[in-house]
């Protein structure tokens, strides 16, 4: 492979994504601190020490690469929108003007979802269904109006700068208004109403483009549906594919994710995290533009992980859509992040017990150093023919972790 990928940031996202590439001989080179997760199994000498949202380090980057793309997305836009030579990266953009570098995906696509009050209205604008969603300033009396419209409970959210459920503070009733506006002091905010959601559903969509006659047509195809389980707003486990959910949701799932997907410039893998609303609907909750925490289980499961995925829809390399199917049509797997405790060696003591009980844990970790609590400093799959005995086998670790976070 004679084409060099940059990525900016070097967290687990990163280093899952290198380590894919190494399996390719694809060269990666990394945009961050020293020492991050990505840098450390990657030898390469032009990494750049440095910041995704400093402009200077970006454009060192891009000079070092052909092909740069992203594992987080709070990363600075304008330079790769000035980077992009200034074009709207469509998925024809080759037909417009080679820019300096190629961006996956485009940088509209980025800023959009950075804000998550701007994605929302992007989804609703092309008739994806979304919870109802309000912009709302800092100010108690707006909050209260808000909890009248939208009703109790409702979800304070930050519009940037969100993850890990950093940035959402539910509000249940009018007392909780003025601890919401404190826990989201200077932050941009809007307000959504609750879902009552029986499950959350996620699907990693892989979008690609192709040449037809004389037109680049951009392709969508859909990884299976899983269920996430959040705590605290944190993804905690993902059951992959999603159980006791009936096969025309499941199908409804894929649709609506690719759906989503299908309008967003650019190429590379999606995260689209759902709610299966009490009523059995579908809601969009947000889109990641990179590989996702709910596919973490394909690297094991699936013929292709959604690392391999983003590789190749990045680098025009085919990917069939039985690639994306598990391995073993029988196969059943559960992915449980490690979070970090107040331990900081918690994460090592959940590792060194699926060690020595789980012959079948596919135990990652992610080289980030001390554990913080709530932090994601690994993850642990298995795959088994029966749901119910990989949950078995993973109850003794969920229940080690959940100790040593009390
Ligand atoms: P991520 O790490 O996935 O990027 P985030 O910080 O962007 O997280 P969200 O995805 O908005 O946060 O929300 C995190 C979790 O909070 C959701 O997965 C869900 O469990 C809960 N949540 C979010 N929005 C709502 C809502 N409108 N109603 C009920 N629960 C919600
Ligand atoms: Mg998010
Ligand atoms: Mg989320």
Same mark, same amino acid.
């Given at each position: ?46 990494? #750049? ?78 008739? #994806? ?47 909780? #208004? ?120 394909? #690297? ?107």
């Amino acid at each position: 492979m004679d084409k060099t990928v940059g990525v900016l940031g070097g967290g687990q996202l990163g280093r899952m994504l290198t380590e894919a590439a190494s399996r390719l001989n694809v060269k990666v080179v990394t945009l961050d601190a020293a020492n991050s997760p990505a840098k450390q199994i990657n030898a390469v000498t032009d990494h #750049i020490t440095g910041s995704f949202k400093n402009a200077d380090d970006v454009r060192r980057l891009a000079h070092a690469c052909d092909v740069m793309t992203i594992e987080i997305e709070h990363v600075d836009t304008e330079i790769l929108e000035e980077l992009s030579g200034g074009f709207q990266t469509r998925d024809d953009w080759r037909l417009v003007r080679g820019p300096e570098v190629e961006i996956h995906p485009s940088w509209e696509t980025i800023r959009l979802i950075q804000d998550k009050y701007e994605q929302k209205k992007h989804l609703a604008s092309h008739g #994806i269904c979304t919870p109802a969603f309000e912009p709302v300033d800092h100010d108690p009396a707006a909050l209260s109006d808000i909890g009248t419209k939208l009703g109790f409970p409702f979800m304070l959210k930050s519009r940037t700068e969100a993850y890990d459920g950093r940035g959402n503070y539910p509000v249940r009733s009018s007392s909780d #208004i003025d601890a919401a506006l404190k826990a989201l002091v200077g932050r941009p905010l809007y307000a959504e109403k609750w879902a009552d959601f029986k499950m959350e559903l996620a699907v990693m969509v892989v979008k690609t483009a192709q040449k037809a006659s004389d037109e680049w047509e951009s392709i969508t195809k859909a990884f299976p549906v899983v269920e996430t389980v959040h705590e605290d707003s944190i993804c905690k486990l993902v059951y992959a594919p999603a159980c006791n959910v009936d096969q025309a949701t499941i199908q409804d799932a894929q649709r609506m994710a690719r759906a989503a997907v299908g309008n967003l410039p650019g190429k590379g893998v999606f995260g689209v995290e759902m709610f299966l609303i009490e009523d059995g609907s579908l809601m969009v909750n947000e889109i990641a533009p990179r590989p996702h925490n709910s596919g973490h289980y394909t #690297i094991e499961a699936c013929h292709i992980s959604q690392y391999d995925a983003h590789l190749r829809a990045i680098l025009d390399l085919p990917i069939s859509q039985n690639s994306l199917n598990f391995a073993n049509p029988s196969n059943n797997a559960i992915m449980f992040n490690i979070l970090g405790g107040e331990d900081p060696e918690s994460h090592l003591r959940v590792a060194n017990k699926a060690l020595l009980l789980v012959d079948e844990a596919k135990i990652h970790l992610y080289g980030k150093g001390d554990a913080r609590p709530g932090r994601k400093m690994g993850h642990i799959t298995l795959l088994s023919d029966s749901m119910q005995v990989a949950q078995a086998r993973m109850k003794p670790l969920v229940e080690a972790a959940d100790e040593l976070r009390a």
